[in-house]
């Protein structure tokens, strides 16, 4: 049964191919992803990581969603926090290990995690009780960078606030979904020592 989150990421599809620049950093994306010499192996486990798949094999849509959120991460609409939790996530069957890990995060984030799970839309929260300050992008390239006075990145204040926790495998369309609803989304994958906390910055809640 498709999900509303694939769905969604069909959609991102449609539309990436509406154009030929899309189109083309669709298929870019894609070659990048194979490579595994463009992006970091921790910022693609971030987005997404999916089970017994490795990006290369990614089905198309689920690139079209990784792609709109690198896209936005660049146009300085959605911003990354690392927040280091010095443990990898275990399976699901050792969730109090987990929870253990996730016990002791770095001021001001704490997180809780569902201790039955039971098939809901995330495993957790992560919620943050004072501003935090992010880096985002201006949306400005290297290039222009280099030969300019405007600045790459900026800082951006966060007011208090939580947003899903993900631990472990999610594919791309989830955390795109978690981002467009929910704000943000929180990611422990898979061999990361680090969450990875995605916001996105336009959202009601992050304002």
Excluded at 81 to 91: K, L
Aim: one cysteine or more; proline letters at 6%; charged letters at 20%.
């Amino acid at each position: 049964m498709t999900t509303s989150h694939e769905r969604g990421a069909q959609a991102v599809l449609d539309r990436l191919l509406t154009t030929e620049p899309t189109a083309a950093a669709l298929v870019r994306t894609r070659a990048r992803l194979a490579s595994e010499d463009h992006f970091t192996r921790g910022f693609v486990d971030a987005v997404g990581q999916m089970h017994r798949l490795t990006p290369d094999r990614w089905p198309v849509h689920q690139v079209a969603a990784f792609l709109d959120v690198h896209a936005a991460i660049g146009a300085g609409r959605y911003a990354l926090v690392h927040v280091e939790v010095g443990a990898t996530p275990r399976p699901d069957a050792e969730r109090a290990a987990n929870a253990f890990a996730l016990a002791d995060l770095p001021e001001p984030f704490t997180a809780e995690l569902d201790a039955d799970q039971n098939a809901a839309d995330e495993d957790g929260t992560i919620a943050w009780a004072e501003d935090v300050v992010v880096t985002r992008s201006t949306g400005v390239s290297y290039a222009a960078g280099c030969t300019g006075q405007e600045p790459l990145t900026v800082p951006t204040v966060v007011r208090p606030s939580r947003v899903p926790l993900e631990v472990g495998t999610t594919k791309p369309s989830r955390t795109l979904l978690h981002l467009e609803e929910d704000g943000g989304v929180a990611r422990w994958a898979y061999g990361s020592t680090d969450l990875h906390v995605l916001l996105n910055l336009r959202h009601p809640l992050m304002g």
